[in-house]
């Protein structure tokens, strides 16, 4: 059945990259206007709005089932895109959307519930011998069961949360000393964060590179895999640069990894695109580690070399339409680069910064991609994530592709706020980057410099403050002050006043 | 100069060797710690070309003892003089840090309580611009001695003039009393600390380890002990905040305030302020936003703006006369007087009282700040230092009850029995002994505890103690209040009441001094 209208469930730069495809295929968008952002920019790209920046409520209606199901079946919509974040992975509201009778763009509850617990999806992955990091399949119940398996599998160890994401509840263990306190702290923050105390233990692999294949997968049980992105560049488990296809990966351990990914895909019979993330070691021995069950934010590297439109094939699927495509025809063409520009000041430890974007002067080419749901005047607020854009480069070759990046991120202009541009200069100029032999401990062990700063900015800058200073200055003596006034003092108070001395 | 060569060839050479002392490279070794140096920071402080120094010459005394040495150098590493700030006669004394790490030696002392003396001499402003590693060790006694004198010209010059420190360096041991014993204390962040024993000695002591920064950096004086008032991010800012606070004080306690001639005013019928304070008595608001829309525009320059936030003091203007301003903060602790507020705004009133500098109350304080913590730790004793000083202030006083009054913090805040020349109060006042919920609770216990629906028992019993008690009528008929005015003609109000008030005077007592509870 097509698909004439649909929901996005999601907000900024997602909803206006869904309402783009959409608008292709011809399907009637409609988008959620919120109390907190009621004249976002994303809205400017629905076809019809839900009306409820007059309702006020402690949760974001895109976390909140109940509302969402009333907003489907007032709306009449055929299907729902949850975009990523949010209820992106939560197999509770995949499944209400079915009973509902709309189609929920994404694969099946069940396979989103297999996945998304961890323990369940290392079980699975046990079963169909897929290459894991030893560790257990199960939660653990205490510290001393922990100590026992981390005893059993060697240090470091690392504990995760079983419902987790994020780098929430995880912690990694490099003696058996630390073991019981770090214990007791992942299942305590696993709980406060996903209401599920739940963890389990694996060896932690140090340094490795963070692989992961996007998969398609139709209803008739084909599944194919678009290769890889590279997305090793992440802080505190957070990704902030990735590239497809990765310089790490040789044609035959591409094809290896990208088999697996199929075949755990289709253990859980999965459906739509997921991704399937691994672990490379140093020695290319390569781990599963988990799937998402979602579009990803860093897709559009992925569509750069395939020339696919990956939300197109997601809708596609949705509506029961098999897989055209066949493994043998998925061609990589060429090299790309996302960079997220989010609104961090990278100096302060990439904290959040909030502000009002004055100015924003974005990159345009053939080769250039920038997928935002901010415009000039809009506020990053504590509200929602701080990404500004997403700046896609493509290029013949991965030199070709780091240069024109530097270009495009060279014209990239964005006033008011602290971003993480600066910091993609100085990657991009980094050796073990520019090699391809990095890491994810690349932050912390290569970087020597978090941000790059030319001379030119810096004298710049010291002239801007000079400026300023003269200028403030100049504005404090436009008071005339008088202090001879103070002095004709009414003989009545004077003589009292000297004399109460 | 040629002619008389064989007078003035000594002159010549002093002033040769005086200016290569004040190199370029002597400055250089404090602009790479983010310092200036003291010649550059005089030169900020003063309008252009107009200061003059005095015992630049001087050289260190000699030692007695063979331990450690002095570096010859003339001026014995202060500069001290006196010139014009905005077209005033202002003192001032600079430490050099790079003459002896600023050090306090004898000489050093005697040009400080010179120009102290001068000052107080001339009735005017003293700023000391301080950078300094402390007493000079190898002098001994005779730089503790020096200190002894500045603290004491300190001390007796107390509210005859108005004496500001400046920290910019490091200020440690016992020369923090002089700044402690002063009006004002600005501080650079970053680049300068006091306090009383350093880093090395609490390491010795407790095992601590803690930075310059962490111990008496510009943040902790200006946020947790409030010791400094001002805070700014750069040395040529804080310079210029201290020549802004000197156009809003008068030179001695015998002058008036300077005024502004050419003020830029806000309207006196503001509609705006009708809506500032919100309708649900337990919202907060910004009390900044009412002052802002009373005062002159961009008048209002604020004393300890980190510190103790549930209470906001600072100097304001209104048709160019300078006003000072203590508020209570909706926004912070919903505006409750505690121990550190209760300090702040006593000695702001203080001040004012001693320059002759009207004082304006906006009050919406739902009361004391209640607990184990702030009893114990005297609010008895520290909460009547703001009485003692409303009360004690002769210069003209007005309140203006924007909302909550209740109980002893009603009188506190300069009510009219404890001398408020003009009391107002706006429509959305609520004047009484406590607050509904409090009041309810205390005089319908038994009720309340023996009705079947106590909720809406409770709501209704609130409704009346509003309608009837919680209000500002009874106090306006009672001749407790002046007058219940409406908010947007507040600025008008206050214009005509400060201009009537301003030949007040007030005879007290003879009297040493009195007896505040410190």
């Given at each position: 059945m097509a698909i004439k209208s649909l929901l996005i469930v999601n907000r900024g730069e997602i909803a206006i990259r869904i309402a783009r495809t959409c608008k292709k295929m011809g399907i009637e968008t409609w988008g959620i206007k919120t109390s907190n952002e009621p004249r976002a920019h994303y809205l400017s790209h629905m076809d019809k709005i839900y009306d409820m920046s007059d309702e006020f409520s402690d949760v974001l209606v895109f976390l909140d089932v109940e509302r969402l199901i009333t907003i489907v079946e007032e709306t009449g919509v055929d299907a729902v895109h949850p975009g990523y974040g949010f209820l992106s992975e939560n197999a509770y509201f995949a499944q209400r959307c079915v009973i509902a009778g709309v189609k929920f763009i994404g694969p099946t509850p069940d396979a989103i519930h297999k996945m998304g617990n961890k323990t369940v999806a290392r079980q699975i992955a046990t079963k169909n011998n897929i290459p894991l990091a030893s560790g257990t399949t199960h939660s653990i119940r205490d510290a001393e069961e922990a100590k026992e398996i981390a005893d059993k599998i060697g240090y470091p160890v690392i504990i995760k949360a079983a419902s987790g994401g994020g780098g929430r509840g995880m912690r990694i263990i490099h003696k058996a000393e630390e073991l019981a306190q770090m214990f007791r702290l992942a299942t305590n923050e696993a709980e406060k964060a996903f209401n599920d105390p739940s963890v389990f233990i694996e060896k932690y692999i140090q340094n490795p590179k963070h692989i992961e294949f996007q998969i398609l997968a139709d209803k008739f049980g084909n599944t194919i895999h678009l290769g890889e992105r590279e997305?090793?560049?992440?802080r505190k488990h957070q990704k902030l640069l990735e590239e497809?296809?990765?310089?790490?990966?040789?044609e035959e351990l591409r094809k290896t990894m990208g088999e697996i990914a199929i075949k755990i895909s289709q253990a859980v019979k999965y459906e739509s695109a997921g991704t399937v993330e691994f672990l490379l070691d140093q020695s290319n021995n390569f781990y599963f580690m988990e799937m998402n069950t979602r579009i990803q934010v860093e897709h559009p590297v992925t569509e750069f070399i395939t020339g696919l439109d990956l939300i197109e094939q997601q809708i596609r699927i949705a509506q029961g339409e098999e897989l055209k495509l066949k493994q043998e025809d998925v061609k990589l063409n060429g090299w790309a680069i996302e960079c997220r520009?989010?609104?961090?000041?990278v100096q302060a430890g990439f904290s959040p910064y909030l502000g009002t974007i004055e100015k924003m002067v974005q990159p345009t080419g053939d080769n250039i991609r920038v997928d935002s749901g901010i415009v000039e005047g809009d506020t990053i607020s504590p509200n929602f994530d701080s990404m500004v854009a997403k700046l896609i480069v493509w290029g013949a070759d991965r030199n070709e592709a780091i240069r024109e990046t530097k270009k495009a991120l060279a014209k990239f202009w964005i006033k008011g706020l602290k971003t993480t541009i600066p910091f993609f200069k100085i990657v991009l100029e980094n050796e073990s980057f520019r090699c391809g032999t990095f890491n994810t401990g690349f932050i912390e062990n290569e970087l020597e410099s978090m941000h790059d700063t030319s001379e030119e900015e810096e004298a710049l800058a010291a002239w801007f403050a000079a400026l300023k200073y003269a200028e403030e200055r100049e504005k404090e003596e436009t008071n005339q002050v008088d202090f001879e006034q103070g002095k004709n003092i009414n003989p009545w108070v004077l003589n009292k006043r000297l004399k109460s001395f | 100069m040629d002619t008389n060569g064989k007078l003035f060839r000594k002159f010549l050479e002093r002033e040769e060797k005086i200016n290569n002392q004040f190199s370029i490279e002597n400055a250089k070794k404090q602009h790479s710690k983010g310092k200036l140096s003291a010649v550059e920071r005089i030169e900020l402080l003063f309008d252009k070309d107009t200061f003059e120094e005095i015992d630049a010459f001087v050289i260190p005394a000699p030692l007695t003892t063979s331990f450690g040495k002095i570096t010859e150098a003339y001026g014995d590493g202060v500069i001290v003089g006196y010139g014009k700030v905005s077209g005033r006669l202002v003192f001032a004394y600079a430490q050099d840090f790079t003459v002896m790490g600023g050090s306090l030696g004898s000489v050093h002392a005697q040009k400080i309580n010179k120009i102290q003396q001068m000052a107080l001499k001339m009735g005017a402003p003293i700023v000391g611009l301080i950078d300094s590693g402390g007493a000079r060790i190898q002098e001994g006694i005779a730089s503790l001695a020096g200190y002894a004198m500045i603290f004491k010209h300190n001390v007796h010059a107390s509210g005859v003039i108005p004496q500001i420190s400046v920290i910019m360096g490091p200020a440690a041991g016992g020369a923090v009393y002089s700044p402690a014993l002063t009006d004002f204390v600005f501080m650079t962040n970053k680049t300068s600390y006091m306090f009383v024993t350093g880093p090395n000695v609490v390491k010795e002591v407790l095992n601590e380890e803690v930075t310059n920064d962490e111990l008496g950096g510009a943040e902790v004086h200006s946020k947790k002990s409030g010791v400094s008032q001002m805070m700014y991010e750069d040395e040529e800012h804080t310079i210029q905040g201290v020549r802004k606070l000197l156009t809003y004080i008068p030179s001695n306690n015998v002058v008036n305030p300077p005024v502004v001639l050419n003020p830029e005013e806000t309207p006196d019928y503001n509609e705006r302020l009708r809506d500032v304070?919100?309708?649900?008595?337990n919202k907060p608001y910004d009390v900044k936003e009412v002052i802002n829309l009373l005062m002159d525009v961009d008048s209002f320059f604020e004393i300890?703006?980190?510190?103790?936030?549930n209470i906001v003091v600072g100097f304001g203007r209104l048709k160019g006369q300078t006003i000072g301003i203590v508020a209570n903060q909706p926004k912070v602790l919903a505006g409750t007087i505690d121990i550190n507020s209760s300090i702040k705004a006593a000695r702001f009133i203080r001040f004012c009282d001693a320059f002759n500098i009207p004082i304006l109350t906006l009050e919406d304080v739902p009361g004391f700040l209640p607990g184990v913590d702030q009893e114990h730790m005297g609010i008895i004793r520290h909460g009547a230092k703001m009485l003692y000083a409303y009360t004690e202030a002769t210069v003209p006083k007005i309140t203006v009850i924007m909302r909550k009054s209740y109980g002893g913090a009603y009188i506190v805040m300069n009510s009219k029995n404890i001398g408020g020349d003009f009391n107002y109060a706006w429509p959305t006042a609520e004047i009484a002994v406590m607050g509904p919920d409090g009041a309810v609770a205390v005089l319908y216990r038994r009720e309340l505890e023996s009705s079947e629906d106590p909720d809406a028992l409770k709501k209704e019993l609130i409704k009346t103690y509003r309608d009837?008690?919680?209000?500002p009528y009874i106090a306006d008929e009672k001749g407790y209040i002046d007058e219940v005015i409406d908010p947007a003609v507040t600025r008008k109000k206050l214009i005509v009441s400060f201009e009537a008030l301003q030949n007040k005077h007030v005879a007290r007592p003879a009297k040493k001094h009195g007896n505040i509870p410190l």
């Amino acid at each position: 059945m097509a698909i004439k209208s649909l929901l996005i469930v999601n907000r900024g730069e997602i909803a206006i990259r869904i309402a783009r495809t959409c608008k292709k295929m011809g399907i009637e968008t409609w988008g959620i206007k919120t109390s907190n952002e009621p004249r976002a920019h994303y809205l400017s790209h629905m076809d019809k709005i839900y009306d409820m920046s007059d309702e006020f409520s402690d949760v974001l209606v895109f976390l909140d089932v109940e509302r969402l199901i009333t907003i489907v079946e007032e709306t009449g919509v055929d299907a729902v895109h949850p975009g990523y974040g949010f209820l992106s992975e939560n197999a509770y509201f995949a499944q209400r959307c079915v009973i509902a009778g709309v189609k929920f763009i994404g694969p099946t509850p069940d396979a989103i519930h297999k996945m998304g617990n961890k323990t369940v999806a290392r079980q699975i992955a046990t079963k169909n011998n897929i290459p894991l990091a030893s560790g257990t399949t199960h939660s653990i119940r205490d510290a001393e069961e922990a100590k026992e398996i981390a005893d059993k599998i060697g240090y470091p160890v690392i504990i995760k949360a079983a419902s987790g994401g994020g780098g929430r509840g995880m912690r990694i263990i490099h003696k058996a000393e630390e073991l019981a306190q770090m214990f007791r702290l992942a299942t305590n923050e696993a709980e406060k964060a996903f209401n599920d105390p739940s963890v389990f233990i694996e060896k932690y692999i140090q340094n490795p590179k963070h692989i992961e294949f996007q998969i398609l997968a139709d209803k008739f049980g084909n599944t194919i895999h678009l290769g890889e992105r590279e997305c090793s560049i992440q802080r505190k488990h957070q990704k902030l640069l990735e590239e497809a296809p990765s310089p790490a990966l040789t044609e035959e351990l591409r094809k290896t990894m990208g088999e697996i990914a199929i075949k755990i895909s289709q253990a859980v019979k999965y459906e739509s695109a997921g991704t399937v993330e691994f672990l490379l070691d140093q020695s290319n021995n390569f781990y599963f580690m988990e799937m998402n069950t979602r579009i990803q934010v860093e897709h559009p590297v992925t569509e750069f070399i395939t020339g696919l439109d990956l939300i197109e094939q997601q809708i596609r699927i949705a509506q029961g339409e098999e897989l055209k495509l066949k493994q043998e025809d998925v061609k990589l063409n060429g090299w790309a680069i996302e960079c997220r520009i989010n609104a961090e000041d990278v100096q302060a430890g990439f904290s959040p910064y909030l502000g009002t974007i004055e100015k924003m002067v974005q990159p345009t080419g053939d080769n250039i991609r920038v997928d935002s749901g901010i415009v000039e005047g809009d506020t990053i607020s504590p509200n929602f994530d701080s990404m500004v854009a997403k700046l896609i480069v493509w290029g013949a070759d991965r030199n070709e592709a780091i240069r024109e990046t530097k270009k495009a991120l060279a014209k990239f202009w964005i006033k008011g706020l602290k971003t993480t541009i600066p910091f993609f200069k100085i990657v991009l100029e980094n050796e073990s980057f520019r090699c391809g032999t990095f890491n994810t401990g690349f932050i912390e062990n290569e970087l020597e410099s978090m941000h790059d700063t030319s001379e030119e900015e810096e004298a710049l800058a010291a002239w801007f403050a000079a400026l300023k200073y003269a200028e403030e200055r100049e504005k404090e003596e436009t008071n005339q002050v008088d202090f001879e006034q103070g002095k004709n003092i009414n003989p009545w108070v004077l003589n009292k006043r000297l004399k109460s001395f | 100069m040629d002619t008389n060569g064989k007078l003035f060839r000594k002159f010549l050479e002093r002033e040769e060797k005086i200016n290569n002392q004040f190199s370029i490279e002597n400055a250089k070794k404090q602009h790479s710690k983010g310092k200036l140096s003291a010649v550059e920071r005089i030169e900020l402080l003063f309008d252009k070309d107009t200061f003059e120094e005095i015992d630049a010459f001087v050289i260190p005394a000699p030692l007695t003892t063979s331990f450690g040495k002095i570096t010859e150098a003339y001026g014995d590493g202060v500069i001290v003089g006196y010139g014009k700030v905005s077209g005033r006669l202002v003192f001032a004394y600079a430490q050099d840090f790079t003459v002896m790490g600023g050090s306090l030696g004898s000489v050093h002392a005697q040009k400080i309580n010179k120009i102290q003396q001068m000052a107080l001499k001339m009735g005017a402003p003293i700023v000391g611009l301080i950078d300094s590693g402390g007493a000079r060790i190898q002098e001994g006694i005779a730089s503790l001695a020096g200190y002894a004198m500045i603290f004491k010209h300190n001390v007796h010059a107390s509210g005859v003039i108005p004496q500001i420190s400046v920290i910019m360096g490091p200020a440690a041991g016992g020369a923090v009393y002089s700044p402690a014993l002063t009006d004002f204390v600005f501080m650079t962040n970053k680049t300068s600390y006091m306090f009383v024993t350093g880093p090395n000695v609490v390491k010795e002591v407790l095992n601590e380890e803690v930075t310059n920064d962490e111990l008496g950096g510009a943040e902790v004086h200006s946020k947790k002990s409030g010791v400094s008032q001002m805070m700014y991010e750069d040395e040529e800012h804080t310079i210029q905040g201290v020549r802004k606070l000197l156009t809003y004080i008068p030179s001695n306690n015998v002058v008036n305030p300077p005024v502004v001639l050419n003020p830029e005013e806000t309207p006196d019928y503001n509609e705006r302020l009708r809506d500032v304070v919100p309708d649900d008595p337990n919202k907060p608001y910004d009390v900044k936003e009412v002052i802002n829309l009373l005062m002159d525009v961009d008048s209002f320059f604020e004393i300890s703006e980190n510190y103790a936030q549930n209470i906001v003091v600072g100097f304001g203007r209104l048709k160019g006369q300078t006003i000072g301003i203590v508020a209570n903060q909706p926004k912070v602790l919903a505006g409750t007087i505690d121990i550190n507020s209760s300090i702040k705004a006593a000695r702001f009133i203080r001040f004012c009282d001693a320059f002759n500098i009207p004082i304006l109350t906006l009050e919406d304080v739902p009361g004391f700040l209640p607990g184990v913590d702030q009893e114990h730790m005297g609010i008895i004793r520290h909460g009547a230092k703001m009485l003692y000083a409303y009360t004690e202030a002769t210069v003209p006083k007005i309140t203006v009850i924007m909302r909550k009054s209740y109980g002893g913090a009603y009188i506190v805040m300069n009510s009219k029995n404890i001398g408020g020349d003009f009391n107002y109060a706006w429509p959305t006042a609520e004047i009484a002994v406590m607050g509904p919920d409090g009041a309810v609770a205390v005089l319908y216990r038994r009720e309340l505890e023996s009705s079947e629906d106590p909720d809406a028992l409770k709501k209704e019993l609130i409704k009346t103690y509003r309608d009837e008690i919680a209000n500002p009528y009874i106090a306006d008929e009672k001749g407790y209040i002046d007058e219940v005015i409406d908010p947007a003609v507040t600025r008008k109000k206050l214009i005509v009441s400060f201009e009537a008030l301003q030949n007040k005077h007030v005879a007290r007592p003879a009297k040493k001094h009195g007896n505040i509870p410190l």
